[in-house]
């Protein structure tokens, strides 16, 4: 059974730092994914916020670059996300996601071409 799971969320106060981890276990072929991180405030619509391909090509949204670095760790079936210059308006539900693509079929086990983590709260106080 595939399955990601996240931690390094919590509490910290705004222009400080926090590093998520997301860990992929299930499958022998988490390095052929796309890890995208999203979050999602109370109210608001989930917002992807940065990802890392197979090669390495990263991407980011407005409201973060800059700031946040994505990274990916294939060896160890990991992938990061290391925060800094935190603002309160980055207090959210933090989810990681691995997108195996078109081919998602071919690889054995899968159901599905997106398998999402359960989430992590971050909290960035004043």
């Known amino acids: 059974q595939i399955q990601l799971v996240e931690s390094g969320g919590g509490l910290v106060q705004a222009g400080g730092s926090l590093r998520l981890s997301c860990a992929i276990s299930g499958t022998t072929f988490a390095a052929n994914a796309t890890i995208g991180w999203y979050r999602q405030a109370p109210g608001e619509r989930r917002e992807e916020i940065a990802s890392i391909s197979p090669s390495g090509t990263t991407t980011y949204a407005e409201t973060v670059r800059g700031r946040f670095a994505i990274s990916r760790d294939s060896a160890k079936n990991m992938g990061y996300l290391q925060m800094s210059s935190l603002k309160q308006d980055d207090t959210a539900v933090y989810s990681c996601?691995?997108?195996?693509?078109?081919?998602?079929?071919?690889?054995?086990?899968?159901?599905?071409?997106?398998?999402w983590g359960q989430g992590t709260q971050v909290t960035v106080s004043s």
């Open positions: 996601a691995a997108d195996w693509g078109r081919q998602w079929y071919a690889y054995p086990r899968f159901h599905t071409r997106v398998y």
